[in-house]
């Protein structure tokens, strides 16, 4: 089992910037295939983004490319969700996956049913 823990939520304006994080304790990150998801209420849960094992390469739905980024921190076993320019429609739970088998070092998954483990989530909100 991978337990992960999300922080780094909150209230922010429009236009605002959050840094979400995600970790974990007793494993490495790195050796995961980690990926965010969101869901707002009444919604399907729905990808954000990922980042391959290596951390060499990253994938975002369309909605939020341009403006989040993924990276890795090894170092310090953590995995980070940097939000820029936020709209009140990224108003969501946020939550960090982590998917264990992968295709290659280099693959991102999408869907929900791919990831293997979830965090709690971490909620967001955006005021206009």
């Known amino acids: 089992q991978v337990q992960l823990v999300e922080s780094g939520g909150g209230l922010v304006q429009a236009g605002g910037s959050l840094r979400l994080s995600c970790t974990t304790s007793?494993?490495?990150?790195?050796?995961?295939?980690m990926g965010w998801f969101r869901q707002a209420p009444g919604k399907e849960r729905e990808f954000v983004g990922g980042i391959s094992r290596n951390g060499g390469r990253t994938f975002y739905t369309d909605p939020v490319k341009g403006r989040f980024t993924i990276y890795r921190d090894r170092a310090e076993n953590m995995v980070y969700l940097e939000m820029n320019s936020l709209k009140p429609e990224d108003a969501a739970t946020y939550y960090c996956?982590?998917?264990?088998?992968?295709?290659?070092?280099?693959?991102?998954?999408?869907?929900?049913?791919?990831?293997?483990?979830w965090g709690q989530g971490t909620l967001v909100t955006v005021s206009s």
């Open positions: 996956t982590a998917k264990g088998q992968a295709y290659s070092d280099t693959y991102v998954y999408t869907g929900v049913s791919e990831y293997d483990f």
């Open positions: 007793g494993r490495t990150l790195s050796n995961y295939v």
